[in-house]
């Protein structure tokens, strides 16, 4: 069974930018999940998707957004970018049970 | 605000036993899970409370006491592949799942 997939694996930007980042879910799996890790910290929490809605969204500025196509994959936009906005971006994906499963993410680099 | 509190660096030796913490105060709670993560890698699954107790997976044990709004990660007989980061993670009201910052872990020979 193929795992949650990202692309790309790296994405260099220049401040201003905008840049799209691609998450698909494990096959059967409607929930996705993103989340920024900035350098040597922990997880925070961005968006929650589920069957093509978004239901949730943590305390970041609305030029993060995002979209869930008929498939479940995933796409996160981020606008404006910002230098501290250079980190790496995780998907998630789950059949709505407690575990979340991880793809190996999208490093942000923006400069 | 939502929060969750763990250390940010434990040391340990080769077959010991450590224990790592974790306080939350979050809007709502469904359960408490714990991930890990290697340098460079994605977290992985490790383990999932949803009511008050002790859950065993092999090597690693978790606890939670919800009434202490309260868990820990207990692994035992440590090995040098068990340095990593660890992190607990609550399942809060919307289903927002709320992260720690990470516990770091360095296992000695």
């Known amino acids: 069974e193929a795992g949650v997939t990202q692309s790309p694996t790296h994405l260099i930007k220049t401040r201003g930018q905008q840049a799209t980042l691609r998450c698909s879910p494990i096959?059967?799996?409607?929930?996705v999940y993103w989340y920024q890790q900035a350098l040597g910290l922990g997880l925070q929490f961005l968006l929650w998707y589920d069957e093509g809605e978004e239901r949730n969204r943590g305390n970041f500025p609305p030029r993060f957004s995002g979209r869930q196509f008929p498939n479940y994959s995933s796409e996160l936009n981020v606008n404006a970018l910002e230098l501290e906005d250079s980190a790496l971006y995780l998907c998630?994906?789950?059949?709505?049970?407690?575990?979340?499963?991880f793809g190996p993410g999208t490093r942000l680099t923006v400069t | 605000g939502q929060s969750l509190e763990q250390p940010s660096e434990v040391t340990a030796v080769e077959g010991a036993i450590v224990q790592i913490n974790c306080t939350y105060q979050?809007?709502?709670?469904?359960?408490l899970s714990w991930y890990q993560q290697h340098d460079g890698g994605a977290p992985t699954f490790l383990s999932y409370n949803a009511l008050d107790g002790l859950e065993e997976t092999g090597r690693f044990s978790s606890f939670l006491s919800r009434s202490d709004s309260y868990g820990y990660l207990l692994l035992q007989e440590l090995q040098m592949k068990d340095s990593a980061s660890y992190f607990c993670a609550v399942r809060a009201g919307g289903f927002k799942t709320i992260f720690g910052a990470g516990t770091r872990l360095f296992v000695k020979a």
């Open positions: 998630a994906s789950t059949d709505s049970t407690y575990e979340q499963y």
């Open positions: 979050t809007s709502g709670f469904y359960g």
């Open positions: 096959s059967g799996h409607t929930s």
